[in-house]
Each structure stands twice: as structure tokens, then as C-alpha cells.
């Protein structure tokens, strides 16, 4: 049977997707991923099992907050039979070190799902980000060049309430019905409140349900906002992506005209250490 968590890896996540966007735009093969707010290290594991299958070395260090994700992210990890390459930490990401954990080089640092707009204040993200840099450096045995990346969306919608809904399918034949939900903005604070909510159905039936399944309390930071802050901290190369979509060898292409975005836009902002 699904869960709340399968779900949201079917319906939301593309691991696949995002670690070769990664590797691509990193350029040196990175070794060592660092997967802040984690979730259930769908990206983390990912980037393991592919290091894997094509005989290279590579670790991940994912890190979750919450104790059920974590938990579950612990038995996904068993699962895959990925031993010692990912290290998972339950902890806050923001602390450092986060649960008296060494605090790790990496060659990347991501935050995704949205998940920075879990830091609500600019000192904080500053703060985080310095922390991000400072990995980096320390990374590819000590020479640093390696990139920081978060998604972020916003546009003309951003603060608008509602919602949309998809279908998906299943890995044995049910329908997923996906829900995502605004249910609450507030553009002098920059801060929402959105929900998940899903409807797994087998044959026309309701076979599970999870409304609101996952609810998020997010300050949605700007594009600007987020350049600004890394380009304070000492990251350079700051760029906007929009297309994670990239073939073998093909280098990501960064969003030269505002036009590119369109009305409503989910968008990666990367700089490198």
C-alpha cells in the first residue's frame, strides 16, 4: 500500500531530473551531495544508487528535521541497499553543527521542494547560506568550487489563493489525485501557507486518503532576494534556471530574458562557492 510519502515522490519529485541538472551544472564531477531539508532524501538516494550503478564513488548527507520523515527516510534508505555512501542526520539543518554532527564538506548543496522558504528572516538565510559556503570550500578535497542551488516559484499567482489538481498514476495501477492548495498569503509579509493532499483511487474507487497531507508555513523569497543574500555571503556565478531538464553533456542553460519566466514560474537559483 502507498503512503503519504510514496505519494509525494510519485506526484511531486523527480530525482532523476534534479541530480543530473546538478552533477551537469556542478561540471567537475562532484562527489559529495548535501540535501538540506531532505524530506525523505529522495535526492540523496538517487544520487547514490546512480554513482553506483556506473561503479563511481560518491556519498550523499541528507538532513530532515522531522522524526516520521526521518524515520522513513531511514527504511527507503534500507531498501535501496545503499550501506555507507548516504549518511542520514535528524536534525536542523540551521544549527551548526546540527545535532553535534561534524559539519561536512560537500561538493553541492540543495534545498528543494521550496524548502527554503522555511527560513522566515534575512539573517537567518544569510547565515545559512555563509554555512553553505563555507561546505563548499572544504569540498572536492579542499579546492571548494562547488554550488549551492534552491527552487524557489513565484509570478503573478503567488499570492493568489486556490489551487490545482492532477492525476497520476500509480506503480500498481491506482490513480493518484494530487492537490495542491494556497490557503493563505500574506504579500506585506511575503509569508503563505500551502497543503498537499491526496486521493489514491483503484478502479474508479477511493482506495486511501490523506487530505492535507503535508502543510507548509513559508516565507516565499524572491529571485532578487535570493541573489542578493548569496552574492553577500561570497557566492559568484549567481545564476536563474528554469529548464532542469538537461540531455548527457549538455551544460544548463541559464534564464537570459525576464521573459522567459511567463506569468508563473518555478525557478532554480544556483551560485558557486
Known sequence: ???????????????????????????QHPTVLREDFAGTAA???????????????????????????????????????????????????LALPCNGQQSDAADVVFV????????????????????????????NAGFGGGIFA?????????????????KHPGRRGEVIRYSWLHEHADPRTSTVRNSISFRVEINGEIAQEWPRAFVY??????????????????????NVFKDVNVAPGETPRPVDNPAELGDDWIVIVAGRA
Open 1 to 27: 500500500m502507498l503512503d503519504r510519502f510514496a505519494c509525494y515522490e510519485l506526484c511531486v519529485q523527480s530525482p532523476r531530473h534534479i541530480t543530473a541538472f546538478l552533477r551537469a551544472l556542478h561540471g
Open 43 to 93: 535526492i540523496s538516494r538517487q544520487w547514490c544508487l546512480e554513482a553506483a550503478r556506473a561503479g563511481e564513488s560518491a556519498r550523499a548527507i541528507a538532513v530532515e528535521l522531522d522524526a516520521e520523515t526521518s524515520r522513513r527516510a531511514a527504511e527507503l534508505m534500507a531498501e535501496s541497499n545503499l550501506g555507507a555512501s548516504l549518511k542520514l542526520i535528524q536534525g536542523n539543518c
Open 112 to 139: 528543494g521542494n521550496f524548502s527554503i522558504g522555511y527560513i522566515h528572516d534575512r539573517q537567518a538565510l544569510v547565515q545559512y547560506l555563509t554555512h553553505s559556503l563555507n561546505r563548499l570550500r572544504r569540498g
Open 150 to 166: 534552491c527552487d524557489t516559484y513565484g509570478g503573478a499567482g503567488a499570492f493568489r489563493l486556490g489551487g490545482i489538481e492532477r
Open 217 to 238: 508555513e513559508w516565507r516565499l523569497w524572491s529571485i532578487a532576494e535570493l541573489r542578493e543574500a548569496m552574492a553577500e555571503v561570497g557566492f559568484s556565478d549567481i
